[in-house]
């Protein structure tokens, strides 16, 4: 039986908190004996700032009927900021929020104020955009509702094309049947023919050749690098699932265990898998401990139900 969309949309959403709290717990145990140990004990799974900001972008969506507003969901991230701020969240954040107030100003305004006025290419946009990927999965307005999501922290190129990318492969991922054989060649040649950046293009030209070549996880983390830019992040979540996209486990542990920003290529990695397999794929011990389960589950519900 194929997945259920719903299932799709529960695996968008439980996979990338799912990949974002293991991906830290890995931050301190970062061998894969330790952390399954580490797992094994049973304690809460806590997520970061990449399931908060997927959850607010999530809220806002389902509140607006699927629309984007800019500035409401920005409203929505600063509120959930302000009730959880130790979810270890990038200064950025809290900058733009500040920026906003004192200047009185559009939250992508004052995204384009950081670092000297360019703005951020960071992860931030991509690792939360997975609820908006799968409910504009069948969606001509997908790149352009993706830019706009991404702009209310993210003003530099970079930082707003790769999370237009992490967009289209959850939309991809989610039309795709994990039983049906997966069309590898016309997936690479869309996402590369997607991207609207030279450094993005690089980087998934590079994931498609460590594929091909059957690359370790650990020569494909030194050839695409793990920095927190989302040139340097997203490739790698990619890799990882393209290259274990039967199992969300071996996804999942591919894409923390090499080092760099581990909850954000959990999160992402989780997300890509959770579209593509959808909710059962996921041990459902890792769910049953995941915090906020009920809120993450009527989410999915919500934007399940409706169409844009
Ligand atoms: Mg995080």
Redesign the pocket.
Known sequence: MPVSTLDKFRGAMLGGAVG?AIG?LASAHSDLDSLTDWISEGDVLRY???TAMSIGLAEALSMSGGAINEEEIGKIFQRNYGREPWR?YSSSVPAIFASAKRHDMPFSEAAARLHDGTGSFGNGAAMRIAPLGILYRNSDKLRDCAEQSARITHAHAVGIYGAAIMAWAVAQLANLDPKSKFPFAEFCTGIVRFAQTKEMRLKLVQVVELIASKASPKNAAKTLTLSQSVAESLPYSLYSFLSNMKSFEDCLYCAILQGGDR??LGSMAGALSGSFLGAKAIPKDWISRIENLDTLEDLAKRLNGLSV
């Open positions: 974002d830290e970061t700032d990449d270890d909850d954000t």
